[in-house]
């Protein structure tokens, strides 16, 4: 392969990279800012924060050490990896859903139209509606990316 089209082909992984790194801004925008998340949802009132939070922190880790690989080892290998964790985070996010008794909801759907929802959830405690919407979007976006770019780095 010449160095051009090897050029080509880092540059298509690195993307990815790209994208991760923006979920990783975004996780940490979602972990300084959400109230209800610093608190376990208003069930505890101390300094602490819970498994929800924590478990939030472990996936923007994960998405910021993948951005480094896809930058500094740009090969296909990274950009199945990077495209398997992007799907595995759309149904993880989205699994989230299901653990609503976890944070005092008494359904599902109002968990998920705390997560998901465009607005403010009534008597929450201060949080930028949206931006879980965005994190899975992007989540989406670098799945089919990573399918497209893994098609055209396929080796001959």
Known sequence: MNKSMMSNKEGLIRILGVLLLI???VTMIILSTDKNLQNDFGIYTGSGYFYHWYG???TGILDIIGAIILFVK???VFLIIGGLWSIFMVAFTIGDIFLYKSVGFSTANQFATYL??????PYSEPYYPGLYDVLVAIYIIAF????V???KTKKA
């Open 149 to 151: 770019a893994i098609l």
């Open 116 to 121: 998901f929802g465009l607005s403010k959830y």
């Open 144 to 147: 089919v990316y990573a399918l």
């Open 56 to 58: 939030l922190l472990a």
């Open 74 to 76: 740009p090969e296909r």
């Open 23 to 25: 979920n990783f801004a």
